[in-house]
């Protein structure tokens, strides 16, 4: 390198440029410029130039993750005479997430590279595969010229490096015009995973400069190809604590926090804190508490979360990306990036999953898709939590797996047991009562999951040697068995770590790409919270939408030009997407309460069984008060039954549906009156079906010596109305007692005519074995009764009742049993007569309702 030499004037400097480098220029840093004219002591000069002389960032060398990229795609190429542009054509085709971002990819580009960078093969033409050499026989196991194994080992791990992730950019072009992050002193507290790179480079472009900023690497891994791209690329300042060494992760954060503030006090400008776990935040409130107007934090982990809600007199803002709807997509990629890890390993020792028994702690939305995950592969699930609501054992029974709360039932017998709690699951106790050998791996944060302590202490023998055996190494990853005292094998993955982080990636970029958009977003909101002196600060509903829009293919409609499909607006943006679009927006548990209330809103006004609208309320996800405000004061039966099937409704939500289901009914079924307003509950029934036509059934409100009535026009309006209003009450466990009682006091009506109401209120979870033993005889003889009298609609009715009673939980084992003969004898009977019997097996979603029902012909 020539030594450097005072630059030459501005024009002078810009005319050296044009000449040598021309219009590449605008995409080369100001040092890549200089090295191309051999004087990298000019680089301030060029930068001062700025654009388009050279490209407007503070990174050193932009262009050395894509330099390895390149070199690994060159040295590819089987075919002997490709030119440089047709390496860039080549390139670009497969990579057409690249495509607007490099334009500018040529073969001249290439060539300027090449000078730049000498990890990239020097040929302008490719000279094709290289022959075999001679070998002697280990030359075929371990390659003969180590430098050149070395520096394939390089590329290989440097080209998984992503150059770019979709979403991550496209949210950072639409920032980067406000470049949110020119004022902020930058600490990103982030894992040592490929992800990295597109999130500082979009950073970057919206402002951030790597001079005010640095990046402490989580230790789960050291990922020294990520380190590398970062420092060279970038040039930004990293530090990782010892592989491992969680216990010192507190320690690194802390001494970034302190080299930020002292950035602050030489420039004045505030401290930004991209964290994952709460490191910086608890930091600043035991060393800047008086100075926290300085600091904004956006945090991206639950765990951080709970660490957060332990402080006490926080006055900074923290953007919460963790509690944020979009987070939830993560859910089913870890449980994969958690499966795939773990067979990796299993694989190392020759063993596998598929046909065992898999233990997953923690019935969270990360414990359900590893459970998922594993499922997929073939293993038996058992899913443990002490916690778990009845709801949502349920839903995971419909899986298929069994959920357990005790815990020694839970590790009996298990090949592997995934922690997937977020707290310490698996203790010295769970250790002595586990089979042997078993396997145990954490897909928690940190290293809470396991006890690693205790299993130390249990595999330490008298003379204190610890019986500790390297099972595999993958990737920086050592899994190790212990050998208890006892004579026993338990088999830590990672020992201990998280365990989805063996390679440059641990969660493919495309799918982790959401959850970097997502801390961008965050930290765009974060610098525009500061000094409004709240805590936890929500990302912004309509900001999350626009990403989750773009993943899904949704794109903000043109203003031109006919829409394409169903268009809906959502804040200042309308958007343009087919129903089948619409349809996934509606049912994710990802898109927040505010954007499914204008969702339904807007498509209700206009068909209120739209199947888009019907959807959000019975999906599984939260919905905003004002959705529930919307389906009351719409007062269609249909809407609140379907509120119902919502599991995540809040109790405070379900309390107000179920009041005016039941009220709506007594107003209804007996003419009760006297209400201030009665035509709040004035309900509409509806029948018919999306083939034929909907019909709508209401009362009409009438007012007699000052009270008000609702009186219907036709009886066949009012059965319509005081149907619906008991199908939609009847299943749920918190249905009026005396309306689910009728069937004991009135117990001529079950034989009288075939209802579904009747068979919906055999199914309430409320019934007491008592009850259901009093309603036997009732039930056998009414059974009987429609069986002979109507025929096949009686056959059905007959065997739908006597199967609901023997299927109810809180029936008898004897009581069960009479059901099963009374159902044998009903279809054999039914045989007779030509008509095969299905029962529950052959209902319907009502097409009003959506409830799973008979039809009888009753409405």
Not at 213 to 222: K, R, S
Request: with cysteine.
């Amino acid at each position: 390198m020539p030594p450097a030499t005072k630059a030459p004037k501005p024009a002078v400097l810009a005319k050296a440029i044009e000449n040598r480098i021309g219009t590449d220029a605008r995409h080369l840093s100001a040092l890549e410029v200089a090295r191309l004219l051999e004087a990298p002591g000019w680089h301030e000069a060029i930068a001062a130039l700025g654009p388009p002389w050279c490209a407007g960032t503070s990174a050193p060398q932009p262009n050395w993750l894509l330099a390895a990229h390149l070199a690994k795609w060159m040295d590819g190429i089987q075919y002997v005479g490709a030119t440089l542009d047709d390496v860039a054509a080549s390139f670009k085709a497969a990579h057409p997430q690249l495509k607007l971002k490099l334009q500018h990819l040529d073969g001249a580009f290439i060539a300027k590279l090449q000078q730049l960078y000498a990890v990239m093969p020097g040929w302008s033409a490719s000279p094709g595969p290289a022959a075999p050499a001679a070998s002697s026989g280990w030359e075929a196991v371990v390659s003969p010229d180590a430098d050149a194994a070395r520096l394939e080992k390089v590329l290989t791990l440097l080209a998984e490096v992503p150059l770019s992730m979709t979403l991550t950019s496209e949210l950072a072009a639409r920032l980067a015009p406000k470049q949110p992050f020119q004022d902020a002193n930058v600490v990103m507290v982030q894992h040592m995973l490929g992800q990295a790179n597109p999130l500082v480079e979009a950073l970057t472009q919206c402002g951030m400069d790597v001079k005010r900023a640095e990046y402490v690497g989580i230790p789960y891994q050291q990922n020294p190809a990520v380190k590398a791209t970062l420092e060279n690329a970038h040039g930004l300042e990293v530090t990782v604590p010892e592989q491992g060494n969680i216990d010192d992760m507190f320690r690194v954060v802390c001494a970034a926090v302190d080299r930020a503030y002292q950035r602050h006090l030489q420039n004045g400008e505030p401290i930004l804190i991209l964290d994952d776990g709460g490191y910086a935040s608890k930091y600043i409130m035991e060393k800047y508490r008086d100075k926290q107007h300085l600091f904004t934090v956006v945090e991206q982990t639950t765990r951080g979360l709970t660490e957060i809600c332990k402080l006490e007199g926080v006055e900074f803002p923290i953007v919460n990306v963790a509690g944020s709807y979009g987070k939830r997509f993560e859910s089913a990629q870890v449980g994969d990036a958690v499966k795939m890890a773990v067979r990796r390993v299993l694989d190392a020792v020759t063993t596998t999953p598929t046909r065992k028994d898999v233990l997953i702690v923690g019935a969270g939305k990360v414990g359900e898709g590893v459970a998922d995950s594993f499922a997929g592969d073939g293993a038996r699930i058992t899913i443990y939590d002490p916690y778990v609501t009845p709801g949502r054992k349920k839903q995971l029974e419909k899986k298929g797996y069994v959920i357990l709360t005790d815990k020694a039932r839970a590790l009996d017998k298990k090949f592997l047991v995934v922690g997937c709690s977020g707290h310490r699951s698996i203790d010295m106790g769970d250790f002595l009562a586990m089979s042997s050998p078993v396997f145990l791996a954490s897909a928690s944060s940190k290293k809470v999951e396991i006890d690693t302590l205790g299993l130390g202490e249990l595999a330490t023998d008298k003379e204190g040697k610890l019986r500790k055996i390297l099972a595999a190494k993958v990737g920086e990853q050592e899994t190790f068995h212990y050998w208890l005292k006892d004579g026993r094998i338990v088999t830590a993955l990672a020992d201990g770590l998280p365990v989805n982080f063996q390679a440059v990636n641990s969660i493919a970029p495309e799918l982790i790409d959401h959850t970097m958009a997502l801390m961008l977003l965050g930290a765009a909101q974060a610098m525009g919270a500061r000094g409004k002196g709240k805590k936890l600060v929500d990302l912004e509903p309509t900001a999350q939408f626009w990403l989750q829009a773009q993943m899904e293919g949704i794109h903000v409609k043109e203003d031109s030009g006919p829409p394409k499909g169903l268009t809906v607006t959502f804040g200042e943006w309308t958007y343009d997407a087919t129903r089948a679009d619409w349809m996934r927006i509606a049912t994710s548990p990802a898109t927040p309460p505010e954007v499914l209330h204008e969702l339904f809103t807007q498509l209700s006004a206009k068909d209120p069984m739209d199947p888009i609208a019907l959807a959000i309320l019975s999906s599984r996800h939260e919905l905003s008060e004002r959705t529930i405000d919307a389906v009351l004061g719409q007062r269609m039966v249909p809407h609140a039954a379907r509120l119902l099937q919502n599991e995540l409704l809040t109790d405070a939500q379900e309390d107000r549906v179920i009041a005016w289901l039941g009220k709506s009914y007594d107003v209804s079924a007996w003419g009760e009156g006297g209400l201030t307003r009665v035509v709040d509950h004035q309900a509409v029934a509806v029948t018919g079906d999306p083939d034929t036509g909907w019909r709508y059934h209401w009362a009409d409100v009438v007012e007699q010596q000052g009270r008000q009535y609702l009186a219907f026009r036709v009886t066949t309006a009012r059965d319509a109305v005081v149907h619906q209003l008991a199908d939609a009450l009847l299943l749920h466990p918190r249905c009026p007692e005396g309306l689910r009682l009728n069937l004991l006091t009135e117990t001529w009506r079950i034989a009288s005519t075939p209802q579904v109401s009747t068979v919906l209120s055999l199914m309430n979870p409320a019934w007491k074995p008592e009850e259901l033993d009093k309603l036997l005889p009732e039930l056998e003889h009414a059974a009987w009764s429609t069986f002979q009298n109507r025929k096949e609609t009686g056959a059905r009715y007959a065997y739908d009742l006597i199967e609901c009673l023997r299927d109810h939980p809180s029936a008898t084992e004897a009581t069960s049993e009479r059901c099963e003969l009374l159902l044998v004898e009903l279809r054999r009977r039914a045989a007779e007569r030509g008509v095969k019997l299905r029962g529950q097996e052959g209902w319907q979603p009502h097409p009003a309702l959506g409830i799973k029902a008979p039809d009888y012909g009753d409405g």
